[in-house]
């Protein structure tokens, strides 16, 4: 299994937008970032992202538990 990569907020909003995600309507004007969007399995998923040039593993792990992604998902929607 891939190491996850340290992503900006700005990488891992653009992997989403290419798995389907969208800005959630009336949130995230402030220093988060919400998206919403459908899971594998059909499920509506709701996803914070903090703002920041780079996002630790850990929280990398955490969005992606969020949106129901896998790792190897997340490194193919970045190529």
Aim: glycine share 8%.
């Amino acid at each position: 299994m891939a190491r996850l990569p340290i992503l900006s907020s700005d990488e891992v909003v653009k992997a989403l937008k290419r798995a389907g995600f969208a800005p959630a309507p009336k949130r995230g004007k402030g220093s988060h970032v919400a998206m919403q969007g459908k899971d594998p399995t059909g499920r509506v998923r709701l996803v914070i992202i903090p703002k920041r040039k780079s996002l630790r593993r850990g929280t990398v792990q955490s969005i992606l538990d969020q949106a129901g992604l896998t790792r190897d998902e997340l490194l193919n929607l970045l190529r």
